[in-house]
C-alpha cells in the first residue's frame, strides 16, 4: 500500500503542531526554543541564549526602546497516563485541539507568534517587542523567569509591560484577566523530645498530643482578609508525621507540615515570625521553608490608554465582552517581573483542563486568543 503525506496544518497551526510535537518535560527544551528562535530572527527579532543551570531561556526582541514582553514556558508536565490521542501531538478532534501543552502554555506561544507575524505583515513595526521563554516554570522556576528578568534589569533593557500568556480564561480566551497572584510558601516543622511509656507519662507530656495543639493553632490563626479584589491570607495544615509506632509508646519527634497562600499585605518573614512566636519556649523545634513564591499585585499607571486599558480594549475587540479581573489562581512566573516594577498583566486560553489527561481547547478559542493578541500588538 502506498504511504499517504499527512495532509500540511493550517498557517496559524503551524508552529503550534511544531511545539507540541517536542516532549519538553521540565525542565526540558525539546528543541521548542531553537524552533521559535530560528523563526524569530526571521522576523527581525535579536535573540539571545540565556542557559542557566541546565535550564533553557531564550530572549528575544525587536530593535527600538523595550515595550512590551511577552513572557511564557516551553516546559510542560509529563503527559500521565488514559490519553484519547498521542499527548506530544497536535490532534484535531471534534472542533477540539488536543496535546499536552496546548492550554499550559505552548497553545498562548503559537497564539502570540501567529499575532507577531499577522501585524508586522500588515505593516507594523512592533519597536522594542520582546518575547521571554524559559523551560523552569512547572518546577521549581529558580533558574528561568527570575534569571532573565534580573539580566534584562541589569542590561537596561527591562520592559515597562509584561503580557504573560498564562491560561487565565474560565469558559473563552480573555474572559478573565490576572492583575495579581497570592503568594506560596509551605512550612515544616519538626518537634523533638523524649519517647516514654504511656502507663508512666501525664498526656501533657505526650509530643504527639502537643504537636495536634499546635496544628489545631496554626489552623485557627487569623491573617489579612486581603482586599476587595485581593484573597486574603489562609493557612492549610497538610501533615502530621510521627516515625515508627508503637501502641503503648509516645513518640520522640512528630512533623507538622502546612501550605499558605498569602495576600501581599503580608510576606514571608512575617509569617515566619508568627509561627515561630506559637511554638512553646519549653519545645525544641526546626522551622524549615520550601518553594517560597512572592505575591504580586500590578497597579496601572494614570496615562490613558495604560497598559490596562490597551488590554481590555484588545479582548472587547476579540471576545465582544470586556474582561473580569482576578487574582485567583496558584503562583506563576508573573511575580519576577512585577518584583521588578514591570505592570503584570496575565492572558491566556481557557484552563479548564491544564495538567489533565487529553488537555484540549476548542480551536475557536485558539484562533480567539490570536485576534486579542493581534489587536494588541496593531495598538502599541
Not at 96 to 109: C, F, S, V
Not at 137 to 154: D, I, P, Y
Request: glycine content about 10%; overall charge negative; some cysteine.
Amino acid at each position: 500500500m502506498k504511504l499517504q503525506k499527512a495532509p500540511q496544518a493550517a498557517p496559524e497551526l503551524v508552529h503550534l503542531e511544531a511545539l507540541l510535537g517536542k516532549a519538553s518535560v521540565t525542565p526540558l527544551d525539546a528543541g521548542c526554543q531553537p524552533y521559535l528562535a530560528e523563526r524569530l530572527e526571521e522576523l527581525g527579532f535579536i535573540v539571545e541564549r540565556l542557559p542557566c543551570q541546565g535550564v533553557d531561556n531564550l530572549i528575544a526582541r525587536r530593535p527600538g526602546v523595550p515595550s512590551l514582553a511577552f513572557a511564557g514556558h516551553t516546559d510542560v508536565v509529563p503527559a500521565g497516563q488514559h490519553w484519547q490521542v498521542p499527548p506530544f501531538q497536535l490532534s484535531e478532534l471534534g472542533g477540539y485541539l488536543y496535546g499536552r501543552g496546548i492550554a499550559d502554555m505552548k497553545g498562548g506561544i503559537a497564539a502570540f507568534l501567529v499575532a507577531v507575524e499577522r501585524a508586522l505583515a500588515t505593516g507594523h513595526e512592533l519597536p522594542g517587542l520582546m518575547l521571554l521563554l524559559t523551560s523552569d516554570e512547572e518546577g521549581e522556576a529558580e533558574f528561568g523567569s527570575r534569571v532573565m528578568a534580573q539580566h534584562l534589569k541589569t542590561q537596561g533593557l527591562l520592559p515597562p509591560w509584561v503580557l504573560v500568556g498564562e491560561p487565565t480564561a474560565r469558559s473563552h480566551s480573555g474572559d478573565t484577566l490576572r492583575v495579581g497572584r497570592r503568594g506560596a510558601v509551605s512550612g515544616t516543622l519538626r518537634l523533638s523530645g523524649r519517647a516514654g511509656h504511656v502507663a508512666y507519662l501525664p498526656p501533657t507530656a505526650n509530643l504527639l498530643h502537643r504537636a495536634l495543639a499546635l496544628g489545631q493553632q496554626l489552623a485557627a490563626l487569623e491573617w489579612d482578609s486581603g482586599a476587595p479584589d485581593f484573597p486574603g491570607t489562609v493557612l492549610h495544615v497538610t501533615g502530621l508525621e510521627h516515625g515508627d509506632w508503637l501502641d503503648n509508646v509516645t513518640p520522640s519527634s512528630a512533623t507538622l507540615r502546612f501550605n499558605l497562600r498569602y495576600s501581599h499585605k503580608t510576606s514571608k518573614d512575617a509569617i515566619d515570625q508568627r509561627i515561630r512566636a506559637l511554638v512553646p519556649g519549653d519545645l525544641d523545634f526546626q522551622l524549615d521553608w520550601d518553594r517560597p513564591c512572592e505575591p504580586y499585585f500590578s497597579l496601572f499607571g494614570e496615562a490613558q490608554p495604560n497598559f490596562l486599558t490597551r488590554v481590555e480594549r484588545a479582548v472587547f475587540k476579540g471576545l465582544g465582552q470586556f474582561p473580569v479581573l482576578s487574582t485567583a489562581g496558584g503562583a506563576s512566573d508573573g511575580r519576577f517581573f512585577s518584583a521588578l516594577g514591570c505592570e503584570v498583566i496575565e492572558l491566556g486560553l481557557p484552563n479548564a483542563s491544564i495538567h489533565q489527561a487529553n488537555e484540549r481547547v476548542e480551536k475557536g478559542e485558539y484562533l480567539r486568543l490570536i485576534d486579542i493578541y493581534q489587536a494588541l500588538l496593531e495598538s502599541l
